[in-house]
């Protein structure tokens, strides 16, 4: 069995390879470099309110000046997911050519484009471009308030583009777009507008090198306020863990050593003395749990989630996800989570088996489902939604075809699989002591030792430890901010992992001291607790620190956000019940029991 996760682990590390390879090579179909006069792309990507980020369209959407063959470019499965939809731009831009306000179109706007485009400027809508493969972004118009009502305001669509672009001998290094605030049609009235679309384009040589050109959108996450804010959330985090480690452990392993010297001196005093808390429940510790099936699913999914997470952190480290590399992180996501199915698969099983489960298959299925069904479910909510407001978000019916392919054709079969290598592995659930034929009452416990307020207590330092880099996140996530500090996430992610694992111990031990022998759900659910206070945040960011508005964007926030707060709720529930198992064990295995 080991052999055949060590070859399997050694080919899931060629796959990841080779993706990450794809993914820091993928671009054009050229190599970079243009003679003077060559055409270089121009992809028009989407437009959309500027706080409203899920809620994008297409760039024609708007009653833009069309080009005279209108192409759209293949997208890989993650560009995609991300709400990408590429296609020609109206302007040409050849290499060191510059331009002079040349026209793109004269026309003539309806009411209803003029309507159109007054509604998007009023929602300040912006604009996202690709110039060989380098993003660039503006806004479509500007709103004159200069009438304190809302009736008095005056709308502006902007009809001259400017673009700075920067060269190194044969390759394009970096573009600026802006806008020129004297050429403005008046959308404020509702009647037709002639308009006429122009663009300049001015070329300059810079000495900075190809293979740094991407520095600039990473820097911004790099700025010396922001490593400050950074390392302070580091420090507090450390701070927490020193505090809260160094108070448990000395905590625990005293009354632990207390314990251990109680119960030797009773064995040897007293014979018939009766037992009194940890050690009284010891034939009932290991009780394996009710719900055994949907426990070891959880436990299985969990540990792939954890896998997932990872994997994802080693990409990140080695420079996969550097800014505006269209869709990597999202294919990253499907692609590892698909191959990591088999750890769940044989997570749950073997761990059901060893609870002495027999329908090792219905476990299997559950297996499967306990965090895609949840999933699948949003995705047809908000898929629907996205459909309905036409947004660039709703799939396209090939791409769900190809991700139900790859569920079908590589997640179920691994996921079987791992089941299979599960159930023959035939291992035993090593339990220290016997378990009693009847399970002892559990005696009336305090209000506070219930799972609710145990549950609370659990997540808070968890969550405190990360709130500070929970903002970044948030704002990368759903805000245009750049996150590219990976590795102070990573330590902030092994500090979560530490402090979940050292406050589950610390609960389970006082919950077993007050004799209460059911501790194997409630590990797991003081461990995922975190996951709800990270939901709670959700709240708070929507309505204090975003601005976000309207039922998609919403939808889109509140929706996957439950589905993250999900996986990290199996995940931490996963690492607490570890850790809870691990402690138990140890503690029973050094006492003497009849």
């Not at 290094?173 to 037709?192: F, G, Q, S």
């Not at 950074?230 to 392993?253: A, D, K, P, Y």
């Not at 699913?297 to 420079?319: C, R």
Request: some cysteine; aromatic content about 18%.
């Amino acid at each position: 069995m080991k052999n055949l996760f060590s070859s399997s682990s050694s080919f899931f590390c060629l796959l990841l390879t080779a993706f990450a390879a794809f993914s820091a090579v993928r671009s054009d179909s050229s190599d970079h470099r243009y003679k003077q006069g060559d055409v270089v792309p121009l992809y028009a990507n989407k437009v959309g309110p500027f706080h409203n980020p899920s809620e994008t369209y297409r760039y024609f959407d708007l009653p833009f000046c069309p080009p005279g063959d209108l192409k759209e470019k293949k997208e890989a499965l993650g560009e995609v997911l991300n709400g990408d939809r590429l296609v020609s731009a109206p302007y040409v831009l050849e290499f060191q050519r510059d331009k002079e306000s040349v026209p793109v179109c004269n026309t003539k706007l309806s009411k209803e484009d003029v309507a159109r485009f007054r509604s998007a400027v009023r929602k300040d809508y912006y604009f996202q471009m690709y110039y060989d493969d380098l993003p660039i972004w503006g806004f479509i118009g500007k709103v004159d308030k200069e009438g304190k009502d809302p009736s008095d305001y005056r709308y502006y669509l902007y009809k001259h583009i400017h673009f700075d672009v920067f060269y190194n001998k044969d390759r394009v290094i970096e573009i600026n777009v802006r806008t020129d605030p004297n050429a403005l049609v008046d959308l404020t009235e509702d009647a037709e507008v002639n308009a006429e679309f122009l663009y300049t384009v001015k070329w300059k040589e810079t000495n900075t090198p190809f293979e740094k050109r991407m520095d600039k959108y990473s820097q911004s996450s790099s700025l010396p306020h922001h490593l400050e804010i950074h390392w302070f959330s580091i420090i507090n985090s450390c701070v927490t863990v020193l505090l809260l480690t160094g108070f448990l452990t000395t905590i625990l392993m005293r009354v632990l050593k207390n314990d251990f010297v109680k119960y030797a001196h009773d064995e040897e005093t007293a014979e018939d003395q009766e037992e009194t808390g940890w050690k009284y429940i010891h034939g009932d510790v290991f009780r394996f749990p009710k719900f055994k099936s949907v426990f070891a699913a959880a436990l299985g999914s969990g540990t792939q989630l954890f896998t997932l997470t990872v994997f994802i952190f080693i990409l990140a480290l080695v420079g996969v996800f550097y800014p505006y590399n269209r869709g990597a992180l999202f294919t990253a996501l499907v692609v590892i989570y698909a191959l990591t199915s088999g750890i769940a698969g044989y997570t749950a099983t073997s761990f059901y088996c060893q609870l002495e489960g027999t329908n090792w298959v219905r476990n299997l299925l559950l297996t499967g489902c306990l965090f895609c069904g949840p999933l699948f479910l949003t995705f047809c909510f908000l898929n629907t939604v996205a459909i309905a407001y036409n947004a660039t978000a709703a799939l396209p019916f090939g791409t769900i075809v190809v991700i139900v392919l790859i569920w079908t054709l590589v997640t179920s079969p691994l996921l079987v699989l791992g089941g299979i290598a599960g159930k023959n592995s035939k291992a035993e659930f090593q339990a220290p002591v016997r378990t009693t034929k009847y399970p002892r009452e559990i005696p009336p416990l305090p209000w506070y030792r219930g799972s609710v307020p145990q549950m609370a207590m659990a997540g808070f330092l968890p969550f405190s430890a990360i709130y500070i880099e929970l903002y970044y996140i948030f704002a990368s996530v759903w805000g245009h901010r750049i996150y590219t500090i990976y590795s102070i996430l990573f330590i902030v992610f092994i500090i979560l992992l530490i402090v979940t694992a050292f406050i589950t111990v610390a609960l389970t031990y006082f919950q077993l001291a007050a004799e209460d022998h059911e501790w194997w759900w409630r590990s797991f659910l003081c461990g995922g607790s975190t996951g709800l206070f990270i939901y709670a945040y959700c709240l708070y960011y929507y309505y204090a620190r975003s601005d976000m508005s309207g039922f998609m964007q919403t939808s889109f926030f509140f929706g996957y956000m439950a589905c993250i707060c999900y996986g990290f709720f199996l995940m931490l529930g996963t690492v607490g019940f570890r850790a809870a198992l691990l402690f138990v064990r140890h503690i029973y295995r050094s006492i003497k029991c009849e």
